[in-house]
């Protein structure tokens, strides 16, 4: 299975912040990567697809990048409504795999 | 719009096996693909497998091949997950999501399941 690990774990920002997560795999998922954000008590929601794809209605202050091995998902200016759980995950092949999450937490 | 609406919470003991709905509604069901995800408390979001709602394939993570089954009722426009021989650390909540754009576009409200002697 392909691993995939996320940096960093917890990451604690003010509102206006730019911030930056990084997500590696253990082998090349060339651009099959999604990131999702989820809220505490309910389902992740899909923001990013094909490593750099705004989903639709997903504000453009969050965007991705990066491929093969290495992967970013960047928000420009924080926002209240941002302070949630971040995970990416691969679609290349079966088994998909998350990554733990990235907590992003009010400073 | 598209909706997917799960079953309620269930309580199983130890040994026992559990069937998880995942009502769809908004879309030609059979022209998208359902997974199933589940989340320990504190945890990462775990695949579970994936079943073609067209021709009733699936495929499953080694980890739950031979305790898990998806399947699908056309006529309902409802994909199942059914686990077995439950143990405790089955406690986790179980979702269903539908594929969009080759991933995990649209997602059920999570079902929570209590395996407890």
């Known amino acids: 299975d392909i691993q995939m690990t996320q940096s960093p774990s917890t990451l604690s920002a003010s509102v206006g912040d730019r911030v930056t997560i990084t997500c590696r795999a253990s082998?090349?998922?060339?651009?099959?990567l999604a990131w999702y954000q989820q809220r505490p008590g309910k389902a992740p929601k899909l923001l990013i697809y094909?490593?750099?794809t705004l989903e639709s209605e997903v504000p453009s202050r969050f965007g991705g990048g990066g491929s093969g091995t290495e992967f970013t998902l960047t928000i420009s200016s924080l926002q209240p409504d941002d302070f949630a759980t971040y995970y990416c995950?691969?679609?290349?092949?079966?088994?998909?795999?998350f990554g733990q999450g990235t907590k992003l937490e009010i400073k | 719009q598209v909706q997917l609406v799960q079953s309620g919470a269930e309580v199983k003991k130890p040994g026992a096996s559990v069937r998880i709905a995942c009502k769809a509604s908004?879309?030609?069901?059979?022209?998208?693909?359902m997974h199933w995800v589940r989340q320990a408390p504190g945890q990462r979001l775990e695949w579970m497998g994936w079943?073609?709602?067209?021709?009733?394939?699936?495929k499953y993570s080694q980890k739950f091949q031979g305790r898990v089954t998806i399947t699908r009722d056309t006529s309902a426009n409802t994909a199942y997950m059914e686990l077995h021989s439950l143990r405790s650390e089955d406690t986790t909540v179980y979702y269903c999501?539908?594929?969009?754009?080759?991933?995990?576009?649209?997602w059920g409200q999570g079902t929570l399941v209590t395996v407890s002697s």
């Open positions: 999501a539908r594929e969009r754009v080759g991933t995990l576009g649209y």
């Open positions: 908004g879309y030609i069901f059979t022209n998208y693909a």
């Open positions: 079943i073609n709602t067209g021709d009733g394939n699936t």
């Open positions: 082998q090349s998922v060339s651009t099959w």
């Open positions: 094909k490593a750099s």
């Open positions: 995950q691969h679609y290349s092949s079966f088994p998909y795999t």
